[in-house]
């Protein structure tokens, strides 16, 4: 594929574990599941699932900007949380991002995520028009 982009976010464990931060397909992107992870591997948030939701989605738009989109561009949601009773808390951040965009949007519980201070995990997909 000849327009393929794949986007990095500069974590070790991308190359070991072989998958990009995003990937940009012509007007196609598709942001990997994000945590609240620090560029050192630490977890931002820890205890805090609105506050591991809203890293999350800025580590997100990081990724758009780079492969040439923005949150207005995303047209679905996915969220992995750990306890579904904090629904209301990681919404309403949600909420602040795309309260006017509208993505279709999913939540689900999982029992637990790679690093058990991970209480949130979001991937996006984008479209950016013809």
């Given amino acids: 594929m000849a327009d393929r982009k794949n986007i990095s976010s500069g974590a070790p464990w991308e190359s070991i574990v072989g998958y990009s931060r995003a990937v940009r397909i012509g007007n196609h992107v598709w942001v990997a599941g994000t945590t609240a992870t620090d560029e050192s591997g630490n977890v ?3 205890g805090d ?3 591991q939701t809203r890293y999350a989605l800025l580590k ?3 990724a ?3 492969a040439g989109a923005t949150f207005a561009d995303i047209v679905r949601t996915r ?3 750990t306890d579904i009773s904090q629904w209301e808390a990681i919404g309403r951040v949600h909420g602040e991002f795309f309260g006017a965009i509208r993505p279709a949007a999913t939540m689900v ?3 637990k995520l790679i690093d058990l201070a991970h209480l949130v995990e979001i991937e996006v997909d984008a479209y950016l028009g013809d």
């Fill in 49 to 51: 699932p609105a506050a």
């Fill in 64 to 66: 758009l900007e780079e």
């Fill in 44 to 46: 931002v948030g820890a």
């Fill in 79 to 81: 969220t992995f949380v």
């Fill in 109 to 111: 519980e999982v029992s």
């Fill in 60 to 62: 997100i738009g990081r």
